[in-house]
């Protein structure tokens, strides 16, 4: 058939996960999207058991999705790992942007163990707060050794790619969002992205085009592996294989039945933890940030699929958690069978990280109009503020010691403090 | 939104680079390539001027050859044009004693000689105004020489004397045959018819000056 209007091949989005690689390449055709080429590759079992092993294994993947994937070049724009990336909070005065840079770099020598002057430094301007009657600007700071990011592009250049872009998680993952908000009241609202990977999952919160909270929570998909093996003395495997087999069974069965309660209540502390950490977030945001609340939370990852993490997630939280379908507005008829079954949220990174070159924004599919903003205050009536704050000094009070756990909580310890002290806070979201 | 970059800024640079070298390296290739044919092309070419080049010099060989062979000839022919002219200035020699012999040859037994005279009369001839002004040298126009024979001789009738004549008018290089007197001669009792004839013959060459 003749195309009119001119295709442009986007970079392949290459994302490598704990238990798989997936690669995915787009098109733009006016303003819409279509996959040029799309490969899943899961890495081998001692692959996924052993970190050390991950990169070099992948190589070998990647060079053979390349080969046999149908792609375009060999260009990619991938996300740099979470355990080299560094991200910490700080609340600064009202500043202009252009001195922003400066003050956030003169802050970030304290607040990182490392010599910043030799890491990447970015920032991201979350949003005013208020702390006590003082106006303060909340700033997200990403930052990651220059020495990391170089051994890991040497091992991605190893992988046979040319590396376009290296691109945080986070930023990648509210993409998927942000190219398609088209409608101007879509940009006052609230959207919840939550990717529930095989390690750890991630809460990005940002109000129409600018995220403004990022959060990752050490609870995935391998956590309900683990707790469905201790329960039923199976090995992680099988456990995996037992959870990807009541996924696919949608007949009752009785003896199936009994399993599934089995490896429900298995893993049903584990989903509640991650429901909690996710309801924490919202209440931070909440409380932090004034204005319109989220109308629902969209998981994505491959584990978002998941039946009873979506019904658990959803008694818990105070608004909808629903599958996303990242893959919607894109004419997927490209990708293999298999690779489009269910709501392909597992394709949601990969996709985000396909999207980076790309400008403008892009419409639905099928011409329906989207649902419109949640009203404000459907949220604020789930949610009692008050306590919601008492909830998190609470967690402040536990989390205020300078080894910056990982399982912080979501206020800065510094916010509770006189307003006559420095307004310097730092409080570490992620992983050092 | 805000796009963030953490790629190391060095990696741009060193593909930028990559590239370049591969860019240098297929256009060398390209180069050494080119140049390869056109070594190729120039050994070729080189070896078939040399091809060429031997056959010219065969040819040239082989035409010295036929110029020394022409250049004999050519002193040959100037040789022979020189005797030529000395001849045509000459005259052809006519031996006396071979034209006595076909003179003698000619006449019937019972006749004899008895004088016999032989003079070279050379007379300018006569050319038309268009051959005198293609002369070399109009100041000396061409001589015709002949050799004048006289003969005189006795014959038993005029039967015998008309043969002769008539053999003689047959050879070819006796020409203007004419009888200038016939008469009786008394020797003793015997009476003889006794004549006179001359015929000439022509000395000059065709062609000749």
């Known amino acids: 058939m003749i195309r009119f209007t001119r295709s442009k091949v986007q970079p392949i989005g290459l994302d490598i996960g704990h238990d798989s690689i997936k690669m995915l390449q787009l098109e733009v055709v006016a303003d819409t999207l279509a996959v040029v080429a799309a490969s899943c590759l899961q890495f081998p079992i001692e692959a996924r058991a052993d970190a050390a092993l991950r990169l070099p294994t992948a190589a070998g993947m990647v060079k053979r999705m390349l080969r046999e994937g149908g792609f375009s070049g060999r260009r990619v724009i991938t996300a740099i790992p979470r355990d080299i990336l560094h991200v910490k909070n700080l609340r600064l005065p009202m500043m202009p942007t252009a001195d922003l840079d400066a003050a956030v770099r003169f802050e970030a020598r304290n607040i990182f163990a490392f010599d910043t002057d030799e890491a990447r430094l970015h920032i991201i301007p979350a949003g005013e707060v208020r702390q006590g009657g003082d106006v303060l600007q909340e700033v997200i700071v990403l930052a990651a050794r220059n020495e990391d990011l170089s051994n890991y592009v040497e091992q991605l250049h190893r992988c046979g790619v040319i590396v376009d872009s290296l691109d945080a998680e986070p930023c990648a993952l509210y993409r998927g969002v942000d190219r398609f908000i088209r409608r101007r009241e879509d940009e006052q609202e609230v959207h919840v992205v939550v990717d529930v990977g095989m390690r750890r999952s991630q809460v990005v919160i940002g109000k129409g085009r600018e995220i403004s909270f990022f959060k990752p929570i050490d609870i995935g998909g391998l956590h309900l592996h683990e707790a469905i093996a201790q329960k039923l003395s199976i090995s992680v495997e099988e456990a995996k294989e037992l959870r990807r087999r009541l996924t696919e069974a949608s007949e009752p069965d009785e003896a199936r039945d009994s399993v599934r309660q089995a490896v429900f209540d298995a893993t049903r502390s584990v989903i509640e933890g991650l429901a909690r950490e996710i309801s924490l977030c919202l209440r931070y945001h909440s409380v932090t940030f004034r204005g319109h609340r989220p109308s629902r939370v969209r998981l994505v990852g491959g584990e978002a699929g998941d039946a009873q993490l979506l019904t658990t997630l959803n008694s818990i939280l105070p608004v909808t958690a629903e599958p996303g379908r990242p893959m919607l507005n894109v004419n997927s008829s490209r990708m293999k069978p298999s690779d489009r079954r269910g709501a392909m949220s597992e394709w949601a990174l990969a996709l985000a990280l396909g999207l980076k070159r790309t400008e403008g924004r892009f419409g639905i599919r099928d011409g329906k109009p989207r649902e419109g903003p949640a009203p404000i205050a459907s949220i604020a009536q789930t949610v009692d503020l008050g306590k919601a704050i008492q909830t998190l000094a609470v967690d402040d009070n536990t989390t205020t010691d300078n080894s910056g756990s990982k399982r912080a909580g979501y206020v800065p310890p510094e916010a509770l403090r006189p307003r006559h002290e420095p307004v310097r806070q730092a409080q570490e979201v992620g992983h050092a | ?209």
Do not use: C
């Open chain 2, 1 to 209: 939104m805000r796009e963030l970059e953490f790629l190391p800024e060095w990696y741009p640079e060193l593909h930028r680079r990559r590239r370049l070298l591969f860019l240098q390296i297929w256009a060398t290739l390209v180069l050494a390539g080119g140049l390869a044919f056109w070594l190729f092309l120039v050994n070729r070419n080189g070896a078939s001027a040399e091809r060429n080049l031997t056959e010219l010099q065969v040819k040239i060989v082989r035409s010295d050859e036929r110029l020394e062979k022409m250049e004999k000839l050519r002193q040959l022919k100037d040789q022979l044009q020189q005797q030529a002219q000395i001849q045509a200035k000459l005259g052809v020699h006519v031996e006396s004693a071979r034209l006595l012999s076909k003179v003698a040859a000619l006449m019937p037994p019972s006749m004899s000689l008895l004088d016999i005279g032989l003079e070279t009369e050379e007379i300018a001839t006569t050319l038309s105004p268009l051959a005198q002004a293609a002369l070399k040298d109009p100041k000396n126009p061409p001589l015709e020489r002949r050799l004048k024979t006289r003969l005189i001789g006795v014959a038993p009738t005029d039967v015998d004397v008309a043969n002769f004549i008539t053999e003689l008018t047959k050879v070819p290089f006796f020409d203007h045959v004419s009888m200038d007197y016939i008469r009786d001669r008394h020797d003793g009792k015997y009476v003889m018819r006794e004549f006179q004839l001359t015929f000439s013959v022509g000395l000059s060459l065709s062609g000749g000056t």
